[in-house]
Each structure stands twice: as C-alpha cells, then as structure tokens.
C-alpha cells in the first residue's frame, strides 16, 4: 500500500498545510528553519505508528496560538476534528482478494484529535442509507405479508410476524444514517426466511433480488474495509536524537523498563530498539550475563550454556546484517568489504556496539565519526521498528544523514532510493547533496510566510520565501559545478524543464530498444537562453566538445546568432528545435516537440483545458497557449507532470509525429558531440 497524498491541520506550527501529493517512492521536503517540516512527519507518522508511540496531546500539540479560542472555548469538537489523513492505493497483489467493484479504490485513513481513528474508501460503490431502501423494503414487506396471510388463513384481526420481524431488524426507514454491516446481514436473513412468499415471476421477485444485491455490496463494502486497514503501512519515523549508545548496561536499563522511567526521544528509545531487533529484552540478557551458581546441576548448567549460544547467535546474526548495510554506504571500495566490521557483543552485564576496522582494530563506537554513529542508530531503529513488516512500512526521516560529509551523503541518497523501493520514504533536508539533479519533481517546498497562516507544503517547485529553495539551488550549483569541466561531451540548455523533457526523451527511447543520448554527454541547464552564451563559450575555452540546444523563438535566435557562441561552437553544435520540429508552429520551443501529449497530459493531470484553442491555433507555440488561458501557468509543473507521465507510459504512447521528433532530437544531439 502507497501514500499518495496527505494532509496535516491543527499540529503544532500547522494550521493547515493542504493536501499535497507524496511520490510513490521517495519525497523529500526542504525548506528554512522553523517552515514546520518535522511536525509534518511526526503528525505523519501517527497515522499508524509503531506500538508505544505517544499520540496526540491536545495540550502540547494543539497550536498554541488558537488553543484558547479552539480548545478551552469548545470552538472545535476534538471527537471529530482530523488532525492527519493519508489517501493510500493499493497494489495488484492486495486488491487480489477484492470484492468486485473495489479494484479502484483509494484507501482513506485518518487520526482525530481525541486519537480515534477513521477509514473510508472512494473510488468504490456507493453507500446505502435507510432512506435509500425505504420503499422498496416496505413493498416487499407488503407483498411478502399479504401473501403469508393467504397462505396461512389469517384474518384481518390475527398479527402476521412478517412486518414484526422486519421491524426488529431495521427500526428507522427515514434515518440519513448508512446502513450498518450488521443490519444488511440482519435484513438478508429476514428476506431469506420469507422468500417463499415471494410471487415468482413477479415484479417483487426483481425487486427482492435487487434489495439482496444492494445489500450484499454493503456486506462487501466492509470486506474491503477490513482487507484496507489490514494492509495499512506502519510509520517509521527516525530522528537524529535516536541514537544507539557503545556500552549499555544491562541490569540499570532493566530496571528503568520496568519502573516506566525512560527518556525515550534520546538515551533509550535506541537501546531499546537495538534490543527489539535482536528479538531479547534487556532483563532477559541481563540475566544470561549473570553467572551460574557453584552448586548447579549438569542440566542447569547446560542450559545456562544453550541460553549463551543462543544469544550469541543472534547477536551474531544481528552485527552481520547492520554490517552488510553499513559497508553498502561507508565502504563504496568492493575490494575492502570488511572495513567497518560492525560486531554487537554481551560481556556480563554490558551490550556493547565495537567497529572493527580495516586494520582489525577495534573500537567502540562512541570512538567514531559522528557520522558513522548516525548510519548505525539509522539501521539500528529502521530495522527493529519496522520488525517483521518490511514491505509495509513507510519510512518518516527528520534531516537523515546530517553530521555525514557531503559526499557520503550523495552516497546514502542512492541507500535512501534503494530503501524506498520497497519502504516508501518521506524525508526533510537542508543538504543539496540529498536532492539529486534529476529528483526536483520528488520535491515538495515547506514554508511558514507568516505564524496566522502556519506551515503550507507546496507540490510545486515555488515559494515566497527564497530560503525554502535553497537547497534546490545549492543542489544545481553543486552538480553543474562537478559536471562542468569534468565531462567531454557537454549540451547546454536553456534551463532546467529543456533538461528534464530531454532526459526523459532518452529514458524512453532506451526503454524501447532505440538510440539514446550518448551516456558520455553531460546535460548542463544554464536558466536561459542568454546565459547559454556564457556556458558555451566557458567550456569551449577549457577544450571541451559542446554543443547547445536552443529554442526557435526570439530569444533563442538571439542567442543563437551571438558572434561569441557561433565563433566557439560553429553552426553545426548549435542546435535549434525548428530543425527537429516537423508541425505547423512557425517559432517552436521544445515543448512543441510532444504538442499533443502535453495538452492530453495537462488537461489530465493538472485540469488545464486548452485543446480546443490549440486545435484552432496550431501554428501558436503551445507554451504561448497555455500562458495566455491558464491563469497561474507554470513551465516546471507541465515539465513535471511530463515527467510523471513518462514513469507510467512509454514510447508507443507519444503520437507518431512525437515519437520521430524524439529519434530526431537524441540523433542530432549524438552526431554534434560524437
């Protein structure tokens, strides 16, 4: 099961963040100290927490500012105000077993603020109140009774237990209320017991088995239901306060479990995840490190010892596990794969956490880098809390990988991306290195522009606060910065959707069999067709191959015909769309490329209609279309949703006139730079 969208009001720094999209593998947020971006994931993460996470606390939790107004004054009913819903779709494997009619549905489930939890289901058959059945069952009930009378020689003064049952099962016809599992099964027993009394071949013989058939839907309604919250992914969120402590002393933590005096956001709550994933708790390790009596018999000491063995075989267990996934991101060097050999040891009354190095020395934790601490109390909580539900857990991460350096954190973007593949994976940052380059529709902008209004999420890549943006930034600064003059082969272009629609051109092209950009050519987006001049031209003068592509409108000509970029390219790497473009459109850009798709893809997805305008004026750039009809257009959220669109479909799915526009452009590309 997948989030696939969500909303949080009434959490702490929230008002109400709107509904905002959540990728189905990997969503990052950014945005400034202070925006309310982990109060997103702890409200999150109270959907369905892990056992023992504290819920909500109107008191702590409720905004502070309208606490009075909303909570001492009753302006809120706390029975049924939703701080946090998810919006979840299932996969093939979970709507297997379905009623039918239900293969659509979204799951929908949320969390008031008294901590009472709700579900409902769209996409699926309608529901049935009281009101909707009313006649039909008291037309029924009339045939059915006037028949049994017949039947059975009843006079007009003599009761009939026909209508006296039915009353017993459904007290209010005219309620709004939906009609209960419980009541429609009740209904089907009662229509069960009196179908002889039904006329066969009449009108009330359609109308009964109409009235079962509603009322089977209802039963199967709750089916559904029940398979949904079965399925509900648990929410694992990680914090860098969690940390797993180097010796933990097992006779002291035993007695603070069993006293209930534990700080859970720091000291323990990683001890005692360290403990839940090697399946022992701290009393039972603390009494296997204590030693046998003198006096034991052969048989208690024999157990003694299997007691030993099987601890230490699952300490054994547990160290190479957090190993194999530690060296996946610290030791990037196959040919070292024992560098940072993790081991989990119990020596009498202590569990203690030693690295070993490449050298075979070892050490105890607290001895290393911040930074390898964070990866270890990371696998060390994500393990142990997700337990045995791997596949159904979403993981919740606040500023992951903080205190590691830049490039490892590069490195554990790509752990994060693998983890996601089978754990969907919400996480805040501030670092660019944990937004990749070809991530920026995976962002989501948080910010807080005043304290009334509270922490907003925007799915587009916008804000009104340029800090929320800044790890966008820092993230296309570094990587254009690596890229620059370090590949051979570099096509500039105008800015960053030019990079995004040629991108996924070769990701389409390559799924299919055809020829794709050559992998040796590096993509460098300058924001505009006047800095192409100076992208160009800068790595020309390091004896670099470029080659830039611009578009075939005035500001693209304008460039294009710049003395400087034709003296260091010549005119056959300056590459314009209108010699890829074969329509009608007498100044194309590049989104006139897949004209059509993106109409379909606009109306579909963003709800933006311009077909019939674009039909009529086809010779108009679609760009110049959509800015002109939709008010509030955006080049990124079309881009993005080009994007998304390419994840789900592929090549065939252009038009014919597209798909030789796609050939055309990876052709021309390749031959400028071979």
């Given at each position: 099961m997948r989030l696939i969208k969500a909303r949080v009001k009434g959490y702490r720094s929230i008002i109400d963040t709107g509904c905002f999209d959540i990728e189905e593998f990997k969503t990052i947020l950014v945005g400034p100290n202070e925006?309310?971006?982990?109060?997103?994931?702890?409200?999150?993460?109270?959907?369905?927490?892990?056992?023992?996470?504290?819920?909500?606390?109107?008191?702590?939790?409720?905004?502070?500012?309208?606490?009075?107004?909303?909570i001492s004054n009753?302006?809120?009913?706390?029975?049924?105000?939703?701080?946090?819903?998810?919006?979840?779709?299932?996969?093939?494997?979970?709507?297997?077993?379905?009623?039918?009619?239900?293969?659509?549905?979204?799951?929908?489930?949320?969390?008031?603020?008294?901590?009472?939890?709700w579900y409902r289901l769209e996409n699926?058959?309608?529901?049935?109140?009281?009101?909707?059945?009313?006649?039909?069952?008291?037309?029924?009930?009339?045939?059915?009774?006037?028949?049994y009378r017949v039947e059975d020689s009843l006079t007009q003064e003599q009761a009939s237990p026909v209508l006296t049952d039915l009353n017993s099962h459904v007290k209010e016809y005219t309620t709004k209320i939906y009609i209960s599992t419980e009541d429609a099964d009740s209904i089907i027993k009662w229509m069960d017991k009196y179908f002889s009394y039904v006329t066969e071949g009449s009108e009330e013989e359609s109308r009964f088995d109409e009235l079962k058939a509603k009322f089977n839907l209802i039963i199967n309604r709750a089916k559904a239901m029940e398979r949904c919250k079965a399925f509900l992914p648990t929410f694992v969120l990680f914090s860098n306060y969690f940390r797993v402590k180097p010796s933990i002393h097992l006779e002291h933590l035993t007695q603070r479990v069993s006293s209930g005096v534990l700080d859970d956001d720091q000291y323990d709550y990683g001890n005692l995840c360290l403990l839940k994933l090697l399946k022992f708790s701290a009393a039972d390790l603390s009494k296997a490190g204590k030693a046998v009596p003198a006096n034991s018999t052969p048989a208690e000491v024999q157990k003694y010892k299997d007691v030993l063995d099987d601890r230490n075989y699952r300490l054994n267990a547990a160290s190479i596990r957090l190993t194999k996934e530690i060296t996946r991101v610290w030791n990037p060097n196959p040919n070292k794969p024992e560098a940072n050999k993790l081991r989990v040891d119990a020596d009498g009354q202590y569990l203690k956490v030693v690295v070993e190095d490449s050298?075979?020395?070892?050490?105890?934790?607290?001895?290393?880098?911040?930074?390898?601490?964070?990866?270890?109390?990371?696998?060390?909580?994500?393990?142990?809390?997700?337990?045995?539900?791997?596949?159904?857990?979403?993981?919740?991460?606040?500023?992951?990988?903080?205190?590691?350096?830049?490039?490892?954190?590069?490195?554990?973007?790509?752990?994060?991306?693998?983890?996601?593949?089978?754990?969907?994976?919400?996480?805040?940052?501030?670092?660019?290195?944990?937004?990749?380059?070809?991530?920026?529709?995976?962002?989501?902008?948080?910010?807080?522009?005043?304290?009334?209004?509270?922490?907003?999420?925007?799915?587009?890549?916008t804000a009104s606060d340029s800090a929320a943006l800044l790890p966008l930034q820092e993230a296309l600064g570094y990587d254009l910065a690596q890229t620059l003059f370090f590949h051979k082969k570099n096509l500039v272009l105008e800015g960053l959707t030019d990079y995004w629609y040629v991108e996924a051109v070769s990701e389409l092209c390559t799924e299919v069999g055809l020829p794709q950009i050559d992998e040796k050519i590096s993509l460098n987006p300058a924001n505009s067709a006047g800095k192409v001049v100076y992208y160009a031209t800068i790595l020309h003068a390091q004896s670099l191959k470029v080659a830039a592509l611009l578009d075939s409108d005035t500001e693209g000509d304008n460039a294009a015909t710049q003395e400087t970029l034709v003296n260091a390219l010549g005119n056959k790497r300056i590459l314009r769309t209108k010699d890829i473009y074969s329509g009608s459109v007498s100044k194309p850009e590049i989104e006139d490329l897949f004209r059509e798709t993106l109409i379909a893809i606009a109306n579909d997805e963003l709800k933006w209609n311009v077909k019939a305008v674009a039909d009529k004026q086809k010779s108009r750039p679609i760009v110049d279309i959509f800015t002109t009809e939709i008010k509030g257009f955006s080049k990124y959220q079309l881009a993005k949703a080009f994007l998304r669109w390419t994840r789900g479909n592929n090549f065939s799915d252009l038009t014919d006139e597209e798909q030789e526009h796609c050939k055309k452009l990876v052709d021309m590309i390749n031959k400028a730079l071979k």
């Amino acid at each position: 099961m997948r989030l696939i969208k969500a909303r949080v009001k009434g959490y702490r720094s929230i008002i109400d963040t709107g509904c905002f999209d959540i990728e189905e593998f990997k969503t990052i947020l950014v945005g400034p100290n202070e925006a309310g971006k982990t109060a997103i994931l702890q409200a999150l993460q109270k959907l369905n927490p892990p056992k023992g996470t504290a819920l909500f606390n109107p008191l702590r939790d409720y905004p502070r500012s309208k606490y009075d107004e909303d909570i001492s004054n009753h302006g809120i009913n706390q029975d049924d105000f939703t701080v946090v819903e998810g919006h979840f779709s299932l996969n093939d494997e979970e709507k297997e077993d379905l009623p039918e009619g239900y293969g659509d549905i979204i799951f929908v489930a949320g969390r008031y603020l008294n901590n009472k939890s709700w579900y409902r289901l769209e996409n699926a058959p309608q529901q049935l109140t009281y009101a909707d059945i009313e006649k039909d069952i008291k037309r029924l009930a009339a045939h059915i009774d006037k028949n049994y009378r017949v039947e059975d020689s009843l006079t007009q003064e003599q009761a009939s237990p026909v209508l006296t049952d039915l009353n017993s099962h459904v007290k209010e016809y005219t309620t709004k209320i939906y009609i209960s599992t419980e009541d429609a099964d009740s209904i089907i027993k009662w229509m069960d017991k009196y179908f002889s009394y039904v006329t066969e071949g009449s009108e009330e013989e359609s109308r009964f088995d109409e009235l079962k058939a509603k009322f089977n839907l209802i039963i199967n309604r709750a089916k559904a239901m029940e398979r949904c919250k079965a399925f509900l992914p648990t929410f694992v969120l990680f914090s860098n306060y969690f940390r797993v402590k180097p010796s933990i002393h097992l006779e002291h933590l035993t007695q603070r479990v069993s006293s209930g005096v534990l700080d859970d956001d720091q000291y323990d709550y990683g001890n005692l995840c360290l403990l839940k994933l090697l399946k022992f708790s701290a009393a039972d390790l603390s009494k296997a490190g204590k030693a046998v009596p003198a006096n034991s018999t052969p048989a208690e000491v024999q157990k003694y010892k299997d007691v030993l063995d099987d601890r230490n075989y699952r300490l054994n267990a547990a160290s190479i596990r957090l190993t194999k996934e530690i060296t996946r991101v610290w030791n990037p060097n196959p040919n070292k794969p024992e560098a940072n050999k993790l081991r989990v040891d119990a020596d009498g009354q202590y569990l203690k956490v030693v690295v070993e190095d490449s050298l075979g020395v070892e050490v105890e934790l607290d001895q290393r880098s911040e930074g390898f601490q964070w990866l270890v109390s990371f696998f060390v909580v994500f393990f142990a809390e997700a337990s045995d539900k791997h596949k159904n857990t979403i993981l919740l991460l606040d500023e992951p990988g903080l205190s590691l350096h830049g490039l490892k954190q590069a490195e554990f973007r790509e752990t994060l991306s693998r983890l996601s593949e089978s754990n969907q994976t919400i996480y805040t940052t501030h670092s660019p290195f944990l937004v990749g380059p070809n991530e920026l529709d995976l962002v989501r902008v948080v910010e807080m522009e005043t304290r009334e209004a509270g922490t907003i999420v925007h799915t587009s890549v916008t804000a009104s606060d340029s800090a929320a943006l800044l790890p966008l930034q820092e993230a296309l600064g570094y990587d254009l910065a690596q890229t620059l003059f370090f590949h051979k082969k570099n096509l500039v272009l105008e800015g960053l959707t030019d990079y995004w629609y040629v991108e996924a051109v070769s990701e389409l092209c390559t799924e299919v069999g055809l020829p794709q950009i050559d992998e040796k050519i590096s993509l460098n987006p300058a924001n505009s067709a006047g800095k192409v001049v100076y992208y160009a031209t800068i790595l020309h003068a390091q004896s670099l191959k470029v080659a830039a592509l611009l578009d075939s409108d005035t500001e693209g000509d304008n460039a294009a015909t710049q003395e400087t970029l034709v003296n260091a390219l010549g005119n056959k790497r300056i590459l314009r769309t209108k010699d890829i473009y074969s329509g009608s459109v007498s100044k194309p850009e590049i989104e006139d490329l897949f004209r059509e798709t993106l109409i379909a893809i606009a109306n579909d997805e963003l709800k933006w209609n311009v077909k019939a305008v674009a039909d009529k004026q086809k010779s108009r750039p679609i760009v110049d279309i959509f800015t002109t009809e939709i008010k509030g257009f955006s080049k990124y959220q079309l881009a993005k949703a080009f994007l998304r669109w390419t994840r789900g479909n592929n090549f065939s799915d252009l038009t014919d006139e597209e798909q030789e526009h796609c050939k055309k452009l990876v052709d021309m590309i390749n031959k400028a730079l071979k």
